[in-house]
């Protein structure tokens, strides 16, 4: 191999049946993240605020979550993109990444045992315990992040430009199942029904569960595909070792985005600005309008009350980005139909287009359309006086929601992929299971791309159940799309 050179040696594939089976085990990773979040946003904030932490160092906390995604994320997709593991870039970020976050959630929810170990004195012990607790939800967040952006680009890395919208539509239907699943489960009575087993409280045994999901979640993921290898002689890595060169290529690609994409990335900065605080707060918001209107005279258990009347509002909001993250794929233009070719259109072409909007909008319109819906409720917060009001204005959400967790990844996707591959693909193929969808780059029609490695005559690629897809996008754009 030639000095500074780099290759890709065997094909993306994914195990599965049919196209529905392939693309879930693809995004399957997305629940397991939820259940995370989940955990974070229900129950953490009632347990420090239990702890006896004030509502502005609470706040304080929460700085963790886009600070994590903001260094973590860059950083951990740059280094995967230069990985040469035979597991592929993605898959090995993930699992240690997983591995440490199930260690984070186990800490959280036995923090108080782990400083009992070494802490008697009552008012040391709760003061260490917040300070634990506190460095344990800033590990966990950054940890969470190694798994999350490894996830989203595993996706734009598999997928080719014509399928982006419909992979970025199945992340989002696994961002609700996982929500509906966790939300489910922490609005249940869980001492009732498993006793001391689990653990003696409900934080634990929701920790302990949201551990064992985030598990089995990614670890079927990483079970179910299989990655390029990227082949180099080692300068592609030894060029750019250090902490140094890496932030200053991060810099350098911060201040150098496409126009489009720094689009994306504006819209994704202001609406976060309103989604941090709704998901980080709405659960102890609901919760707390719960203990001063309706909670029954002599409950002593704060905590599990919060947490279980802000899990029974976030399982509507759950359910409704759900069904949403269904049916608005099949009423929503995707973002490449634009640019498909045709004939002059009847009405006139600026006429069409206004009608367009009203009968299929595109996918941006719908984007819009989300954050005002978004925009809206968020007007009525300072008016709730009742637990259902809460849950109307907290379900109104949902929609918006699953737009948000779909259109950035659509169209990262897709600019992404635009860019091209400048690796070179070997003729070399790794053992290849029947049942599992092979990723080629192959024109629409079923033609072979001029550039594809192997022949869509194969045995593999003629089977009713491969898709002729696109190659992943190259090592200085791919991880892009996965934030």
């Known amino acids: 191999m030639a000095a500074g050179t780099a290759s890709w040696v065997g094909q993306p594939r994914v195990k599965g049946s049919s196209e529905p089976v392939q693309m879930a085990l693809l ?37 963790a979550g886009p600070l994590s995604g903001l260094v973590m994320q860059p950083v951990i997709g740059m280094v995967s993109d230069k990985s040469n593991s035979k597991y592929g870039r993605r898959r090995p970020f993930m699992a240690m990444g997983t591995v440490a976050v199930v260690f984070c959630l186990l800490l959280l929810g036995w923090t108080g045992e782990v400083v009992g170990l070494f802490v008697k004195d009552p008012e040391i012990k709760r003061e260490a315990t917040i300070a634990l607790a506190v460095v344990d939800i800033y590990v966990l967040d950054f940890v969470i992040n190694i798994a999350q952006s490894t996830c989203r680009a595993l996706v734009v890395d598999t997928l080719p430009i014509e399928k982006q919208q419909l992979g970025s539509a199945w992340v989002s239907r696994m961002i609700g199942v996982g ?27 929701v920790c302990l569960i949201a551990a064992i999901a985030m598990a089995v979640a ?3 993921s990483c079970w179910a595909v299989h990655e390029r290898v990227l082949v180099s002689d080692g300068s592609l890595k030894s ?34 600005i309103g ?13 707390e309008i719960f203990l001063r209107t309706e909670t029954p005279g002599g409950k002593v258990d704060a905590l599990t009350d919060v947490g279980r009347a802000g899990s029974i509002a976030f399982i509507v909001f759950a359910m409704i980005s759900f069904g949403s993250s269904i049916v608005l794929p099949w ?41 005002a819906t978004f925009a809206s409720a968020m007007i009525f917060a300072p008016f709730v006086n009742s637990v259902r009001f809460a849950t109307i204005v907290i379900a109104l959400c949902g929609v918006p929601w699953a737009i948000a967790g ?12 635009k860019m091209g591959t400048s690796i070179p693909m070997t003729n070399s193929r790794r053992g290849s299971d029947a049942s599992s969808i092979e990723m080629r780059h192959m024109k629409a029609n079923g033609s072979s791309s001029p550039t594809s490695p ?30």
């Open 406 to 417: 779909w259109a950035p990844g659509s169209f990262l996707g897709v600019e992404v992929n």
């Open 454 to 483: 192997s022949s869509p005559s194969s045995p593999s690629s003629s089977s009713p159940t491969s898709l002729h897809l696109r190659q992943p996008s190259d090592l200085s754009t791919s991880s892009t799309g996965g934030h």
């Open 27 to 63: 995004t399957f990773s997305m629940i397991g993240l939820q259940f995370c979040w989940g955990t974070e946003m229900t129950y953490a904030t009632p347990y420090l605020l239990s702890l006896g932490l004030s509502k502005s160092r609470l706040s304080l906390v929460w700085v």
């Open 179 to 205: 929500h509906m699943m966790m939300y489910g489960i922490g609005a249940l009575d869980l001492e009732a029904i498993f006793g001391d087993f689990l653990g003696d409280t409900q934080f634990k045994k």
């Open 239 to 272: 060029s750019n070792e250090g902490l140094l060169p890496v932030l200053k290529q991060i810099y350098s690609t911060t201040i150098n985005l496409p126009p489009r994409i720094h689009a994306i990335c504006m819209v994704q900065f202001w609406s976060w």
């Open 331 to 371: 009423i929503i233009e995707s973002p490449e139909d634009d640019h498909k070719p045709g004939y002059t259109p009847r009405p006139p072409q600026g006429l069409q287009t206004v009608a367009g909007e009203f009968t299929k909008p595109t996918l941006l319109t719908a984007w819009k359309l989300g954050c």
């Open 218 to 220: 990614q670890g079927t």
């Open 275 to 287: 989604w941090f605080p709704f998901l980080f707060y709405g659960s102890t918001w609901v919760g």
